[in-house]
C-alpha cells in the first residue's frame, strides 16, 4: 500500500465487477445483488460499461409504483455512468463522489471495466491508514477487501432461463410407459 498522498484507486478497487447485459431484465439485477450481496451492478453493451442499477435506483422506481421485475435494465439504469482511472488518487474519488452524490464508482481503463470503488472500498483504506503500519488483527480482518468469485461462465437452464445456480426447474427426466 502506497502513503496516503500517493494512494491510488488500483491500490484499492474491487477488481472483480458483477456485470450485466443491457439487454437483461431488472429482475436479474436483483438476483444478483443479492446473491453477491453488493448494492449495485454494472450495465454493460458489448463489453463497454454504460450503467449502473443500484438499491437506490430501484427504491425510488418501486416508491413510484412501476412493475419493475420484468422491464429492461436499461429502463432503470443510471446513466451517464460517472467512472474513475486507476491511476486516480484515492482522495480525488473522495470528492468526485461527494459531489456526485454516488456511493460507487466503475474503475474504467480504455473503455474496459477494470474495478469498481465503493464507499466500503473508502471506508477499509481510511481504517488502515489509521492504524497504519500495525493494524491489530481485530482491524486487520475489517480492512481486507473481500473480492467476489466465481462470477464467471455461468449456464443458463434450457427450462427457465435463468442461471444454473438459481434455478428452481425440478429437474427430471421421464421415460415413456411400455
Same mark, same amino acid.
Given at each position: 500500500?502506497?502513503? *496516503?498522498?500517493?494512494?491510488?484507486?488500483?491500490?484499492?478497487?474491487?477488481?472483480?465487477?458483477?456485470?450485466?447485459?443491457?439487454?437483461?431484465?431488472?429482475?436479474?439485477?436483483?438476483?444478483?445483488?443479492?446473491?453477491?450481496?453488493?448494492?449495485?451492478?454494472?450495465? &454493460?453493451?458489448?463489453?463497454?460499461?454504460? $450503467?449502473? &442499477?443500484?438499491?437506490?435506483?430501484?427504491?425510488?422506481?418501486?416508491?413510484? $409504483?412501476?412493475?419493475?421485475?420484468?422491464?429492461?435494465?436499461?429502463?432503470?439504469?443510471?446513466r451517464p455512468?460517472?467512472?474513475?482511472?486507476?491511476?486516480?488518487?484515492?482522495?480525488?474519488?473522495?470528492?468526485?463522489?461527494?459531489?456526485?452524490? *454516488?456511493?460507487?464508482?466503475?474503475? &474504467?481503463?480504455?473503455?474496459?471495466? *477494470?474495478?469498481?470503488?465503493?464507499?466500503?472500498?473508502?471506508?477499509?483504506? &481510511?481504517l488502515r491508514m489509521f492504524?497504519?503500519?500495525?493494524?491489530?488483527?481485530?482491524?486487520?480482518?475489517?480492512?481486507?477487501?473481500?473480492?467476489?468469485?466465481?462470477?464467471? $461462465?455461468?449456464?443458463?437452464?434450457?427450462?427457465?432461463?435463468?442461471?444454473?445456480?438459481?434455478?428452481?426447474?425440478?429437474?427430471?427426466?421421464?421415460?415413456?410407459?411400455?
Open positions: 500500500m502506497k502513503r *496516503v498522498e500517493h494512494a491510488l484507486l488500483s491500490d484499492i478497487m474491487t477488481t472483480k465487477v458483477v456485470t450485466l447485459d443491457i439487454s437483461e431484465l431488472v429482475e436479474e439485477a436483483l438476483r444478483l445483488m443479492i446473491k453477491f450481496d453488493i448494492g449495485s451492478v454494472v450495465v &454493460v453493451d458489448r463489453q463497454i460499461p454504460v $450503467g449502473i &442499477v443500484t438499491e437506490r435506483d430501484v427504491t425510488r422506481a418501486a416508491l413510484r $409504483g412501476d412493475s419493475l421485475l420484468k422491464i429492461p435494465v436499461r429502463s432503470l439504469m443510471s455512468l460517472q467512472t474513475a482511472t486507476p491511476n486516480m488518487e484515492v482522495q480525488k474519488a473522495f470528492e468526485t463522489m461527494l459531489k456526485l452524490g *454516488v456511493r460507487r464508482l466503475p474503475v &474504467v481503463d480504455d473503455e474496459k471495466l *477494470v474495478g469498481i470503488v465503493t464507499e466500503k472500498d473508502l471506508t477499509r483504506w &481510511v492504524y497504519e503500519p500495525n493494524p491489530p488483527a481485530e482491524i486487520r480482518s475489517l480492512v481486507e477487501n473481500q473480492q467476489i468469485e466465481a462470477l464467471t $461462465g455461468r449456464q443458463r437452464c434450457p427450462s427457465c432461463g435463468r442461471y444454473l445456480d438459481e434455478c428452481i426447474c425440478v429437474r427430471t427426466s421421464v421415460t415413456p410407459e411400455e
